[in-house]
């Protein structure tokens, strides 16, 4: 391969930086594929004969995958520091391909298949925790691992791809399971709010079937991920931190050419003393904007509308709601590049003030129109503007920022802890979506509808202000030189 001394191969890197993203990919798959599955598994399990499958049962079902997100996050720092990015990307890759063919088949040698019973709600959960330990670990490593291979002045760029395929992966699967389905029908399930259903007869293989591919057609790209991720080299930053020199020279050499390797090695030695420094080195505020990055990515509410897309849209009464879905997801992909070609330009603060303040707009665009007769396509377009807005800010740049913000020192640590609280926050947000949605102070009124996205849009301007106030601007700067920008904080 042929490489620039002076500017090293950028073949090279984005080849590299190609493999890191499909974790985002896998990531988006995982965590979207339930949109499509979760009225026919829902319909499955309400049909089991020893317990009832409640709202608050089909919430859990829905957002357990994200416990395992939890769990996965904060081993990611453990693991990425003793094991090194590229093993620990390893091991996620391996977590999706079992939980995509446990999911698909929980019965798997302890159950009688297309049986549903207590037993086997548990066994599916189990599988979909499995998924979302390798979705943890992926979300917390992949963007560490494209911020410790990118040269600094590309580096937003690139973890913005990692975004990318994090929406990428969530609109495959919008497509995956439109086509599962084709001319097969969601189940109508009726009174969600009483905990009651009624499951149109038309729609059994849906029930029975029909979620199963769903969920196992995650296998595919996850296999691909597990063998790929095998061929690429592992970070200059952790090869340096286990005393291997040579090799991150090699490394670095290749991605910057070597008249740049030999200082940015230089650079990394300098800060690069793991073992002494603790968390609170740089000071409470370093961790504490980190988590509130993670925090407000989740809180403001998005993925209340990417999981459950298809039930929102069905519920305003579009006749597709499917195809909707799909067409969201191609509108999330567009502004998904707004944000990579612009995040070095304007840098990361204005993109994420800018798109909080355009979530808030649409998300109260939905309050106070969801439900009123001749509004339906105000809903929609406050949906999508809600939803553009989240993936031109809040979706790619938290990623970057979470990547960049933290001195070398610390890293490991510090992005497990902030991944760790941003799946706490999902999983509060998706599981509480459906019976918040749902909730009535008087029959048939729409007090939850309202105030579902009242809340998130009023969470939404507070967002904002946190960044405008707190957050620190990372244009340009070399990961280096974050820990002089925190120790100069510390004196102020």
Known sequence: MQKNPSTGSRAYLFGIVLV???????????????????????????????????DGWHGFTSASALIGCIIGSALSGYLATHLGRKRSLIIAGLLFFISALGSMNPEFLFFEYGTPTYSLLIMFNFYRVIGGI??????????????????????GMLVSWNQFAIIFGQLVVYFVNFFILGDHIQPVVEEMGKGIAAINPAAQWTVTTGWRYMFGSEAVPAGLFAMLICFVPETP???????RDDVALRILSKINGSSRAAQILQDIKDTMVVKTERLMTYGFMCIFIGIMLSVFQQAVGINAVLYYAPRIFGDMGMDNPMMITVFMGIINILFTLVAIFTVEKW???????????????????VALTFGHAGMEMVTAASLLIYSAS?????????????????????????????????WIFNFIVSSTFVPMFNMHLTEGDDFGHWFTYGLYGIICIIAALFVWRLVPETKGKTLEEMSALWKQRMKK
């Open 20 to 54: 890191a993203v499909l974790g985002g990919l896998l990531f988006g798959y995982d965590t979207a594929v339930i949109s499509g599955a979760e009225k026919g598994l829902q319909a499955f399990f309400m049909e089991a004969k020893d317990f009832t499958y409640t």
């Open 134 to 155: 390798g979705v943890g670990l992926a979300s917390a490593i992949c963007p560490m691992y494209i911020g410790e291979v990118a040269p600094s002045n590309i580096r």
């Open 347 to 365: 840098g990361r603060k204005p993109l994420l003030i800018s798109g909080s303040l355009g979530m808030a707009l649409g998300a109260l665009g």
């Open 237 to 243: 930053r952790y090869l340096v931190s286990i005393g």
């Open 390 to 422: 989240f993936m031109f800010s809040w979706g790619p740049i938290c990623w970057v920022l979470i990547a960049e913000i933290f001195p070398n020192t610390i890293r490991g640590g510090a992005v497990a802890i902030a991944v760790a609280f941003q």
